[in-house]
């Protein structure tokens, strides 16, 4: 049986995030819960950004907040299968467009399972935050990650329109 583990970005994964990104580029699919992977030519410059998030105090800019930064590795092969973060806080712009936690799998890692086991492992640092509970949001026509967030135990507020990327939302609050 396959172990898996969270883990934070670091140099001894550069080779594995670089495929990772490049699977996600070569998809042309949207990359959610990776701090901007997608931006960063540069791996290490990508690592360096998310040990900056961790803090207030390193924030990159005013419109960001304090983030936990994971990769899921499956530790037999140690391979990247997806990637998820946590924001410690919401502001305004989250709090309705953006929600607490958001992840991605890897494209062709998916249909096993690896997303709702990240959510699922990143409970606990949850409630060490004191996150209470957590709002985690989809598009209204991604029936896998909704499939995901239910199974987390989501439950559905409403769905939002947000017109700057032409997309309705779901928002779901997952009690910790």
């Given amino acids: 049986m396959n172990e898996f583990v969270l883990i934070?970005?670091?140099e001894e994964y550069i080779g594995e995030i670089v495929a990772y990104r490049n699977e996600y580029l070569s998809s042309g699919n949207i990359f959610n819960g990776s701090s901007n992977l997608d931006t960063y030519d540069d791996p290490m410059r990508w690592i360096e950004h998310c040990r900056s998030i961790k803090n207030k105090g390193t924030l990159p800019g005013p419109e960001w907040v304090p983030a936990d930064q994971y990769m899921l590795l499956r530790v037999s092969d140690g391979k990247i299968l997806g990637m998820i973060c946590i924001l410690h806080e919401l502001n305004e712009h989250l709090a309705k467009y953006g929600g607490q936690i958001g992840y991605s799998v890897r494209p062709s890692?998916?249909?096993?399972?690896?997303?709702?086991?990240?959510?699922?492992?990143?409970?606990p640092r949850c409630r060490e935050l004191g996150i209470e509970?957590?709002?985690v949001m989809c598009r209204a026509d991604n029936e896998a990650s909704?499939?995901?967030i239910v199974s987390a135990g989501g439950v559905l507020?409403?769905?939002?329109?947000?017109?700057?990327k032409d997309v309705t939302l779901e928002r779901y609050w997952i009690t910790m």
């Fill in 8 to 10: 934070r970005p670091s």
């Fill in 109 to 123: 890692e998916r249909r096993k399972g690896h997303a709702k086991k990240m959510l699922s492992m990143c409970m």
């Fill in 133 to 135: 509970k957590a709002l």
């Fill in 146 to 148: 909704r499939r995901t």
């Fill in 157 to 164: 507020e409403g769905t939002i329109y947000y017109e700057v």
